[in-house]
């Protein structure tokens, strides 16, 4: 009896004790040390399960190194390409500008028949076409790289609204839409802090798509305040349009980069795609976010709701 119980201790021991090691062996893998590895120097099935599981954990190790430098490369790669766009971006806009100026010159300090002047407007508008394209591609390297920063200020919020409304509103009329431009009593008389020039950004780029993709009816702008506070408030800037409108599966496609709704609407319409990735990016780097819903043939609304400090919430916004 007690040579047997001898010979259980020892043959209990020779398998626990490997059997420990490989669970030792799959703690420390599973957390990080893909260094470790398991010592057997048994010939058994146990020896054989401890040399698979080393052979495993190299294969594991050297997959993980190659994805580790893959990754690197791509992101070394992507970094190049946002320094090249945001470096090509720049070379071009400054010519751009030149030409620009020198259509304006020509438009309004030289004596021109009317074909001459609509052959210099013409220049003008595809000038700032390719200004705005090129600016767009400016931007989202920025955003790719990291780089984009906001310029916070105070202003006043109903001034604000009303000038960068205006913008498009001429474009509206031109184009034969209705255009509303209302801001809330309560919100008109606020002063808020943040980048009026990225909010104005915002605006501008939800309204240059509501007056592209509407042909019949109109477009209008509401500025509600979501709820006020004690130094801030919620307020949600709402562009309505009754134009082509979106299907609902291309909805979660809409910010997007490089994507449109309808690839048709790059050759009828114009656009890089970039507008709404870049309209998103820039929302969400100032606290909020944007929303969009659409129908088929009867127009599309997108919400943005922005947090501002109010700097006049306190004498009763005066």
Known sequence: ?????????SISTSISRPVRSL?????????????????????????????AFNVMADEMQHGREE?????????????????FLATMSHEIRTPLHGVLGMADLLATTTDLDEKQTNF??????????????ITDILDFSKIEAGKLELDNSEFAIGEFVKKTC??????AQEKGLDFNCTISDEIGAMR??????????VITNLMGNAIKFTDRGGMAVNVLSRGIHEDSALLSFVVTDTGIGME?????????????????????I????????????????????????????????????????????HSGLS
Request: charged share 20%; net charge negative; with cysteine.
């Open 1 to 9: 009896m007690l040579i047997g119980a001898a010979l259980s201790t």
């Open 23 to 51: 669970a030792a062996a799959s703690r420390e893998y599973g957390q990080g040390n893909f260094a470790h590895r398991v010592a057997l120097d048994a010939n058994d099935e146990i020896g054989a399960l401890g040399q």
């Open 67 to 83: 994805l580790i430098a893959s990754r690197e490369a791509a992101e070394a790669a992507n970094r190049a390409k946002s320094t």
């Open 120 to 133: 210099v407007n013409m220049i003008g508008e595809c000038g700032n076409n390719l200004l705005a394209i």
């Open 166 to 171: 205006n913008v498009y509103a001429v474009q």
């Open 192 to 201: 808020g802090i943040g980048d009026k020039h990225r909010l104005a950004q």
């Open 248 to 268: 609902e599966d291309k909805l979660r496609e809409a910010f997007d980069p490089f994507t449109q709704a309808d690839g048709s609407n790059s050759r009828k």
């Open 270 to 313: 114009g656009g890089t795609g970039l507008g709404l990735a870049i309209t998103r990016e820039l929302v969400e780097l100032m606290g909020g976010s944007i929303r969009v819903e659409s129908e088929i043939g009867k127009g599309t609304t997108f919400t943005v709701d922005l947090p501002l400090v109010i700097t006049n919430a």
